[in-house]
């Protein structure tokens, strides 16, 4: 279920469209903020607020990769190893986090804190290597800067 | 030249040092105009897109029908996700006013009265910078309806994409807008016919925005002065690499490549040689840092040497680096991104990543470099979209340019090359 303030914003959304189904990711969106990803409950939901087949939700999850399609940790990490990134050593940055992890990329740690992902390019090339954390770029990474950076989260 | 897309000016992002600074004045300029003088200004000033195509940015607005029984949509792309490319972002950081007035100006020209800014899922702060200004302006009544006192009215939208490359082609991000898989659509019909729900639509980059009220500013006639005479104006260039100072830099087209990298990116560290530089995102052709004389950040002059401009993402590799891995990594990129829609780049993508991993490793087979080769060429101009070409562009330049490193890396190798290690020079 959505919140009954979900709800609301997506009547509000819905009228800067011709059609409601262009609030799909959006309503994702607000789904994965308020349960940490995208189960089959909250595929239906989508579909019934939106008036469209579960199956075209379905289509639309599993097309983009910022939606979770299982539970995660309370940290996502997200590590840039393409081109401008690998350039700059982000080999490294992704094998210290495994390292220190002590799970591959696409793991979660068992108490669940941090979940560690392979991203490709996230716009932040200047400040190769680079990782992203919730909405945080974290750019001009070394081994030290990352374990400063993740002894700061709960 | 002084900077005009994005001055030094402390809190320009902030709606009152905008204004201070002259900022909505244009957007009073162009509203005091008939539609089709502003679409005229921004044709004589020789603008053209800088989202990676080039196109000329007055022409494109020409498509749009000049009365449409159907609402008509101006559509912003701020899904930069070209590897290499990170100027969008500063211009939604550090001056975000100016790409709001831009819009509403190329809306009025366009007689569209809704825009919609696409920008790419993982910028949710950036969205959120950008959102606090279109709120101010709005505020200020420099959005909505009757904008200054005349009977236009705009609205202005931002919208979260979620992750994926392709919706960076204005179809696919049309089809994404939508609600729908990014997709992209087979043209014609074009946007301007058949766009957002089969309605009117444009699409234009958020840096070709940005530079609509710099034109009004400067005045057609100056603006086209600026920089190379077929391709002028400001452009952000994004240098990454092995650079000493990576970064965005703002510049006239048609500075020399090696200028940029040695006068604006404080050179190669350790003084080293470059090896090879790609000079305007992943897409673009990798050339030889030995053919790089004379050659400028500008359409023409990279068309002739053998690339393009792309969105200016200029990725520079020294002399150490391991070529095989970089073009491996790019093609893995464009396999993950295809949306598979089309055989040729949906299988083509996976094959040439297959046969670049035994490179990678040391095995391939001599065969293997005109294998790649025939797969190149064959997603190449075969596919819905240019996702195909943004592949096979790569790895066709890499070939063509580096043939030695795959040389070198067949099994038993080159001469005095041991199976599997990286090769210099």
């Known amino acids: 279920m959505f919140s009954e303030k979900s709800l609301q914003r997506l009547e509000e959304l819905k009228s800067r469209y011709q059609q409601p189904q262009a609030v799909m990711l959006e309503a994702l969106w607000m789904w994965q903020e308020e349960h940490g990803w995208i189960s089959e409950e909250g595929i239906a939901a989508v579909a019934g607020n939106l008036g469209v087949p579960v199956h075209d939700v379905y289509g639309v999850v599993t097309f983009y990769t910022m939606y979770n399609r299982q539970p995660v940790g309370r940290h996502k990490i997200e590590v840039c190893t393409n081109v401008s990134c690998m350039l700059r050593g982000s080999d490294r940055i992704l094998r210290h986090l495994q390292d220190r992890l002590g799970i591959a990329p696409g793991e979660t740690t068992p108490d669940r804190r941090f979940t560690l992902v392979e991203a490709e390019c996230l716009g932040a090339c200047g400040g190769a290597p680079m990782m992203q954390i919730g909405d945080d770029f974290h750019e001009g990474l070394d081994p030290d800067r990352v374990d400063r950076i993740l002894s700061k989260l709960a | ?425």
């Open chain 2, 1 to 425: 030249m002084e900077p005009l897309l994005l001055p030094s000016i402390p809190d320009l992002h902030t709606i009152g040092v905008y204004e201070a600074n002259g900022g909505y004045t244009m957007l009073r300029k162009a509203l005091a105009m008939k539609p089709e003088e502003v679409t005229e200004e921004v044709k004589k000033s020789g603008l053209r897109g800088r989202g990676g195509a080039c196109f000329p940015t007055g022409l494109k607005w020409t498509f749009m029908p000049k009365k449409s029984e159907k609402p008509t949509y101006l559509c912003i792309n701020g899904d930069e996700s070209e590897p290499g490319t990170f100027k969008d972002r500063q211009i939604f950081e550090f001056n975000p006013h100016l790409l709001i007035e831009g819009a509403v100006i190329a809306a009025y020209a366009m007689g569209a009265h809704t825009i919609y800014l696409y920008v790419r899922g993982e910028y949710n702060r950036w969205i959120r910078m950008v959102q606090k200004a279109v709120d101010d302006a709005a505020a200020k009544g420099y959005l909505g309806k009757g904008i200054l006192g005349s009977e236009f009215s705009a609205d202005f939208y931002l919208h979260r994409g979620a992750g994926a490359y392709i919706c960076g082609e204005e179809s696919a991000l049309m089809n994404s807008l939508e609600g729908k898989r990014g997709y992209p659509r087979v043209k014609p019909p074009f946007p301007a016919q058949y766009g957002l729900w089969g309605c009117p639509t444009t699409i234009n980059n958020v840096e070709t925005i940005a530079n609509v009220p710099v034109i009004l500013r400067l005045g057609a006639e100056a603006y086209a002065k600026i920089g190379a005479p077929k391709h002028p104006g400001p452009i952000l260039v994004g240098v990454s690499g092995h650079v000493n100072k990576p970064g965005v830099y703002e510049m006239p087209t048609g500075v020399l490549l090696t200028e940029i990298i040695e006068r604006h990116a404080g050179g190669v560290p350790g003084g080293k040689k470059i090896k090879a530089v790609i000079p305007g995102g992943s897409s673009t052709m990798i050339l030889r840092g030995d053919q790089l004389e004379g050659v400028a950040m500008d359409a023409d002059s990279l068309k002739a040497a053998g690339s393009s401009v792309g969105t200016a993402g200029l990725i520079v590799m020294d002399e150490d680096t391991d070529l095989i891995r970089v073009i491996t990594r790019i093609t893995k990129f464009y396999y993950h991104e295809s949306c598979g829609q089309c055989t040729p780049c949906r299988e083509g993508t996976g094959w040439m990543l297959k046969i670049l991993k035994r490179f990678e490793s040391g095995e391939g087979r001599r065969e293997d470099i005109d294998l790649l080769l025939d797969v190149a060429n064959n997603i190449e101009g075969n596919t819905i979209c240019a996702l195909g070409d943004a592949a096979a562009w790569p790895v066709q330049s890499m070939i063509r340019r580096f043939r030695d490193e795959f040389e070198a890396r067949v099994t038993g190798g080159a001469v005095g090359v041991e199976r599997g290690v990286p090769v210099a020079g």
